[in-house]
């Protein structure tokens, strides 16, 4: 994937994206949802929405649904952006927050062990 090189749009796009989802979306599994990163191809035909959520949970279901409701998102953002293109959008889970919460578990384990 060709990455935009204005990292505006990619803001711009999480920004506008993360109001929609706790506004618009009529899911309220939606509302849990923290959109993470963003990464828009140049001529905005695409972006990945990486996303997560808290507590991780159900997340191969969450993030069907989130595509499935991704040309909703897309023609809300649409409108929001106020671009010539719209990006189609891609939910895609982000397993980051999930090994910093299991590396912060750890180093808890190995204080209290020294303790």
């Known amino acids: 994937m060709r990455k935009s ?9 999480h920004r506008k994206l993360s109001e929609i989802l706790l506004r618009e979306s009529k899911d309220p599994r939606f509302e849990r949802v923290t959109i993470s990163r963003v990464e828009a ?7 990945q929405i990486y996303f997560s959520i808290y507590p991780p949970e159900n997340i191969e279901e969450l993030t069907e649904s989130l595509n499935h409701a991704a040309g909703f998102f897309s023609n809300c953002l649409g409108h929001a952006l106020k671009t010539r293109n719209t990006p189609r959008l891609i ?10 919460s299991q590396i912060d578990t750890l180093i808890k384990n190995v204080s209290e062990d020294d303790s």
């Open 5 to 13: 090189k204005g990292g505006i749009h990619n803001a711009l796009i």
């Open 41 to 47: 191809v140049k001529g905005l035909s695409l972006a």
């Open 91 to 100: 939910f895609i889970y982000d397993k980051g927050f999930d090994y910093s």
